[in-house]
Each structure stands twice: as structure tokens, then as C-alpha cells.
T-cell receptor, first 119, second 115 residues
Framework: NAGVMQNPRHLVRRRGQEARLRCSPM?????VYWYRQLPEEGLKFMVY????????ESGMPKERFSAEFPKEGPSILRIQQVVRGDSAAYFC?????????????????FGPGTRLTVL | KQEVTQIPAALSVPEGENLVLNCSFT??????LQWFRQDPGKGLTSLLL?????REQTSGRLNASLDKSSGRSTLYIAASQPGDSATYLC??????????????FGKGTKLSVIP
């Protein structure tokens, strides 16, 4: 069973360009989380998605950032008009629905991350 | 708002030493606390999860303790090995204010074990 996959692993963009980061959750997982790790900072929660539905985007910057998790295909984190401050590692995690339909933040499995560098 | 602090930020020890990593959190109304390992250029690996009803959890050479009343957790690594070199992250759940609990991470302790 393959783990959480993220691509690309490294992404370089110039200021003003768009960045699209992809996350394929583990097989059978229907919940995806995105985190951002700025240099010398801890991981910060950005957004929590279920297929075709955003559950919690309270950690997402209000402008330029968006996320989706379509019925088919990977989850996408999209950053429009990137600025140097967007340079960071972006991690995706996925979790299954536990017995009884309970969803727990405990059981998050993390991907290797995408390192975004904005020139 | 939950805040998680880890000290020290970096630690270097000779191989074979026992060591303790510290984590403190501001909101003691947590239902669990988790320790992760992060290797350079890689994702996070969950090491230990302590439920609020437990005081400690063990896995091999690792032992994590939780004291909710004082807002502290420690990760004890026995007989350290060079392969233990990594950044260790502590994470506590916090209500996001938008309908879900999410993990709040500390900045981590970067451990180097010298052969």
C-alpha cells in the first residue's frame, strides 16, 4: 500500500507565477490535510478537505490560496501570484474514516512534502 | 489558542547517551499528544501517541510522558544511536474554530547523535 504521495517534490517559481501542488492520499483515505512549514517555523495547519468538500479552511490565507479535492484525482493546493514569502515546505496528510464513522486527527499519515522556492 | 513550545531547539549528544526532549503546551484541555520524527527532505513519521488518560507510552527505546496539569510532555530516548539523528516534533490538537480539531506543532528539536 503506497503511502501519501506528493508531487512535485521541488518546485521553483518566479514572483507572480502560479504554483500547483498535488497530493494523492493513501488508498482508501478520503480526508486530506495541508500544512505549511516556513523556514525555522513549525508546521501550520492550512486546510482540511473531504472529497468534493472543504471541511475547515481556517488556516488558509484569505487571498491567493485555494484547495480542492475532487471526486477523482489528487488534492490540489493552488497558490496564485506567488511571492517570496510563500517559499516553504508544503505537507499533505491523509486519514481514513475509522470504525463507526469517527474521524480522528490522530491518524494522519504524512507525505514527503513539496519544497516551493519563489525567486 | 493552543501554543506548543519545544526546548531545546537543537541538541548534540555522543552515541549511547540517554536524552530527554521537552514539549510544553498552553491549553491543557487536550485529548492526546503526539510525537513525530522528521528527517531532512522527508515527511513526518508518527512515533508515539499518548491519550489524555495515559501518563506515558513506550515504543522500543522511546518513552513519552504526559502531564496535562502542568502542560508538559517529555520524549525520552535511551541509548541513542546515530540513526536517531532527526528533528523531533511535538503536536497537540486544538479546536480550529471552524468545526474541527487540528494538530498544532512545536518548532521541533533537532537532534544530532555523534558516533
Amino acid at each position: 500500500n503506497a503511502g501519501v504521495m506528493q508531487n512535485p517534490r521541488h518546485l521553483v517559481r518566479r514572483r507572480g507565477q502560479e504554483a500547483r501542488l498535488r497530493c494523492s492520499p493513501m488508498k482508501g483515505h478520503s480526508h486530506v490535510y495541508w500544512y505549511r512549514q516556513l523556514p525555522e517555523e513549525g508546521l501550520k495547519f492550512m486546510v482540511y478537505l473531504q472529497k468534493e468538500n472543504i471541511i475547515d479552511e481556517s488556516g488558509m490565507p484569505k487571498e491567493r490560496f485555494s484547495a480542492e479535492f475532487p471526486k477523482e484525482g489528487p488534492s490540489i493546493l493552488r497558490i496564485q501570484q506567488v511571492v517570496r514569502g510563500d517559499s516553504a515546505a508544503y505537507f499533505c496528510a491523509s486519514s481514513p474514516i475509522l470504525a463507526g464513522g469517527f474521524i480522528s486527527t490522530d491518524t494522519q499519515y504524512f507525505g514527503p512534502g513539496t519544497r516551493l522556492t519563489v525567486l | 489558542k493552543q501554543e506548543v513550545t519545544q526546548i531545546p531547539a537543537a541538541l548534540s549528544v555522543p552515541e549511547g547517551e540517554n536524552l530527554v526532549l521537552n514539549c510544553s503546551f498552553t491549553d491543557s484541555a487536550i485529548y492526546n499528544l503526539q510525537w513525530f520524527r522528521q528527517d531532512p527532505g522527508k515527511g513526518l513519521t508518527s512515533l508515539l501517541l499518548i491519550q489524555s488518560s495515559q501518563r506515558e507510552q513506550t515504543s522500543g527505546r522511546l518513552n513519552a510522558s504526559l502531564d496535562k496539569s502542568s502542560g508538559r510532555s517529555t520524549l525520552y530516548i535511551a541509548a541513542s544511536q546515530p540513526g536517531d539523528s532527526a528533528t523531533y516534533l511535538c503536536a497537540a490538537p486544538a479546536y480550529s474554530g471552524a468545526g474541527s480539531y487540528q494538530l498544532t506543532f512545536g518548532k521541533g528539536t533537532k537532534l544530532s547523535v555523534i558516533p
